[in-house]
Every structure is written in C-alpha cells, then in structure tokens.
C-alpha cells in the first residue's frame, strides 16, 4: 500500500472485532511513529497504549463516572469544538452525523439509540487496543498542530497494516479522571484517545461514503 493508497482508504473504524492485537505489530507502528514532523524537535508528547485488564478497567472508570455527582459540570479549558459552530461548518458536521446514524439504521427521533451509540467511544467501539496521546500543556495550542501530524501518522500506518482506528477526541471528557488513572505530571493531559482493532468491515457504519470539501474550496493557488 502506498501513503494515497492509505490516505484515502482511512477512516474512522466504529465497530471493531475482538481479535488481540500483538503486541509486536503495535509496537511495529509506534516505533516508525516516532519520526512523524515535529516543530524544533521539541516532541512534547507521550503515548499510554492499553489492552486486557487496563483496557477494560477504563471502560468501567467511565461508567462509573458517569454517574458521579457533578460529572460534567465543570468547563473544559481546552474544549474540542467550539460552543457555537458556524456556517458552513455546522452542516457538515450535522451531515456526517446523519449519514453516520442511517447506516446504523437509528432515526433521528430514537435518541435513546443515538446516545447508546455516542456511549460506545468509551468502550473504544468494540476495539481491544486504545491509544491515548498526552501533551505537555506549557507548550499551549502551537504544538497541538504537531500533536495532530503524530496522530495522523499512526492512524496511516495502522492502516498500511490492515488494522483499523478511529480518533477519539470523545476523551476529553474524563481527562480529570484518565489524568489520575495513568498519575500524569500536573503539566500534562490527554488531548484524545484512538481505537485501535481489526474492523469490521461487514458493519455499515464501517462503509457510508464521506465525503470532503472539495480541492477549489481546499486550496488557493497563487502564482502558478
């Protein structure tokens, strides 16, 4: 597979097969996603990769503090979108959801099945491997961008290898509460998690066309 090979066939995988990962094919792909672009070389990231025992102890952490008192109330100082989205943003982000929930066959009035969906990131949607990226907060929003092409560089060469993921930024929800599990330095976070699995191909959600602004809207040639 060649990287336009592997840069289009990706996509965010949302329902997975229970088969293991090996160790030895993650650590594979960690290991040649070191050299992914980073500003000055300042690499000021960490991944925390779980499975078995770890893995299923977070998925009952985020349950369980689901229901604890006071559990989303108090305002994420680094929210992943912004209170309001703004044209023409709105729709697409409206579009997928919709496309996302036809394929699952869940109306738009079923809310109840919208939610048990939603609430399916937090068991890494049936994947057996879950990836948490952590950035050191003092470098603030510049490197959030390096972040990003680290993220982007796993989730290519993931996909080279016939596995799966999907980009969580869903984690930032229990940030306090994964902070403590994994005893992060104070000047640290998890900005997002990734599933990582083999896919279930057969799975409509796995299949629904996406689609992308298009190269006129993408790009502004000057000069040429």
């Known amino acids: 597979m060649n990287v ?4 289009r066939q990706r996509r965010s995988v949302r329902d997975f ?17 070191r050299w992914a672009p980073s500003g000055s ?31 989303g109330k108090t305002a994420d100082p680094f929210p992943i979108y ?13 579009t997928l959801a919709e496309d996302m929930y036809r394929a699952l066959g869940i109306p738009r009035e079923d809310k109840p099945a919208r939610l048990r969906h939603v609430a399916r990131n937090f068991e890494f949607f049936g994947a057996p491997v879950g990836l948490f990226f952590v950035i050191d907060q003092r470098v603030a929003h510049g490197q ?3 972040l990003g092409m680290l993220i982007q560089t796993v989730a290519l060469l993931l996909e080279e290898r016939g596995l799966g993921s999907c980009m969580q ?10 902070a403590e599990r994994f005893d992060l330095a104070p000047t640290e976070m998890v900005y997002c998690g990734m599933a990582v699995g083999f896919p279930k191909l057969e799975n409509p959600v796995n299949q629904f066309e996406r689609s992308r602004i298009t190269l006129d809207e993408l790009v502004d040639f000057k000069g040429f």
């Open 82 to 94: 912004p209170p309001e989205l703004w044209e023409p943003l709105r729709t697409r982000r409206y």
């Open 41 to 71: 070389n300042i690499q000021a990231w960490r991944i925390i990769a779980v499975a078995g025992a770890e893995r299923d102890a977070i998925v009952e952490m985020t349950r369980s503090a689901a229901y604890a008192p006071g559990f």
């Open 4 to 7: 336009s090979d592997a840069v």
């Open 144 to 146: 959030w961008a390096h």
């Open 17 to 33: 097969r229970p088969d293991p990962v090996p160790k030895s094919l993650l650590t594979e792909v960690l290991d040649a996603a």
């Open 169 to 178: 930024e869903a984690w930032a929800s229990y940030r306090p509460q994964l």
